[in-house]
């Protein structure tokens, strides 16, 4: 077996999903336990008093406090790393703030030594607050993916990211075309896909910011690649619910969009 590490205090975990099999039956509290790993998995675990002698010996076990509880990492289901510079930017409407302060800082991005700094804090404060994996928008520029996963890497989470796609309706700095989008991603997802814990997602940032061009070619890029994710976003106010009826006026509401061409 390889070299183990095991850590022992308080630790709380899931035996199945609380919200179709409920809390009670899927909630275990074990007080005082152990949990060893080795090759990134957990080999044991248990009350200490059970584990403790199956450990080889020598193996150095980590005490935690009771005042301390040990859970698997936390996972962030939609965040936007290059936002991180404008976190507490006033909250006017969604169409407002894009261009007032969101489509400001990504322009920043086309940096690479600034994008990898905020990467950086990013990713920082994610194991700060225990969280492991997240789903990211990064930005247009490819370097801010590129640069992203690399400092991932480095720290050992498991990041679901993706170039944003945009080819209206955006700053000229930050749009691209259906075609460049597609080539771009398709570089990307052959390079970081699976490359360690780094997954790809394909990331049209919404309908109002790409043409159904590109929106097609996106959905032909994701069932080209097996595996790999999309995000995006959908009715995030009444005003935008609006203006994507005026955009895609023979459809008969947002969801009816041939989102990513995933029909």
């Known amino acids: 077996m390889s070299h183990l590490t095991a850590i022992r205090g308080p630790v709380l975990t899931y035996t199945g999903d609380a919200f179709l099999e409920g809390l009670g039956s899927t ?37 935690y406090g009771a005042d301390t509880v040990i859970m698997a990492g936390f996972i962030d289901c939609h965040v936007h790393y290059p936002q991180t510079q404008i976190i507490g930017a006033f909250g006017e409407q969604l169409i407002d703030w894009l261009d007032k302060y969101t489509f400001l800082a990504e322009q920043q991005f086309a940096d690479q030594d600034h994008a990898r700094e905020v990467a950086q804090v990013f990713l920082r404060e994610c194991l700060r607050a225990g969280t492991t994996t997240a789903a990211v928008y990064c930005t247009v520029y490819p370097q801010s993916v590129e640069v992203f996963f690399e400092e991932s890497q ?14 209206r309706n955006a700053p000229e700095a930050l749009t691209d075309s259906a075609q460049k989008g597609y080539d771009e991603s398709k570089a990307l997802i ?9 997954l790809y997602a394909v990331t049209p940032r919404f309908a109002a910011s790409s043409t159904p061009e590109q929106m097609e070619m996106a959905g032909a890029l994701w069932h080209e690649h097996p595996g790999t994710y999309l995000q995006s976003h959908v009715s995030e106010n009444r005003t935008e619910v609006s203006w ?9 509401g947002y969801l009816d969009i041939p989102y990513l061409g995933c029909r």
Do not use: C
């Open 190 to 198: 052959g390079k970081w896909h699976g490359n360690g814990r780094q």
């Open 244 to 252: 994507v009826k005026e955009l895609y006026p023979e459809r008969s």
């Open 27 to 63: 909630m275990r509290y074990e007080p005082d336990a152990i949990v060893a790993m080795a090759s990134g998995k957990i080999t044991h675990f248990g009350p200490a008093s059970q584990v403790r002698p199956q450990l080889p010996d020598g193996t150095v076990v980590k005490e």
């Open 154 to 167: 480095k720290l050992g989470t498991r990041m679901i990211a993706g170039k944003v796609l945009m080819d």
